[in-house]
Nanobody, 115 residues
Framework: QVQLVESGGGLVQPGGSLRLSCAAS????????MGWYRQAPGKQRELVAS???????NYADSVKGRFTISRDNAKNTVYLQMNNLEPEDTAVYYC?????????WGQGTQVTVSS
């Protein structure tokens, strides 16, 4: 069973940047589709960005042009570079690994955008 560990969250001012990392404990990381999701208080969890094993990316409309998802298969790690952060980006961010028929979630990392 693959395990995911997120890091990189924190408090940042509006307009600032953060980079989230998600390290996976699997030797077949390159075969997984990886995704970043977020959940704000009182809201449903939503997809932020995903990247397939072939590095095809997909973004929520709300983050297009501001966030970039990438992966380093040699390090078994997926990243989410977040620029020009807005208060509305405040949420717990979760990493997810998908390889049919299994999905695995990380424990989440808090991102707070506030002045």
């Amino acid at each position: 069973q693959v395990q995911l560990v997120e890091s990189g969250g924190g408090l940042v001012q509006p307009g600032g940047s953060l980079r989230l990392s998600c390290a996976a404990s699997t030797s077949i990381f390159s075969s997984y589709t990886m995704g970043w999701y977020r959940q704000a208080p009182g809201k449903q969890r939503e997809l932020v960005a995903s990247i397939t094993s072939g590095s095809t990316t997909n973004y929520a409309d709300s983050v297009k042009g501001r966030f970039t998802i990438s992966r380093d298969n040699a390090k078994n790690t997926v990243y989410l570079q977040m620029n020009n952060l807005e208060p509305e980006d405040t949420a717990v961010y979760y990493c997810r690994a998908d390889r049919w028929p299994h999905s695995v979630w990380g424990q989440g990392t808090q991102v707070t955008v506030s002045s």
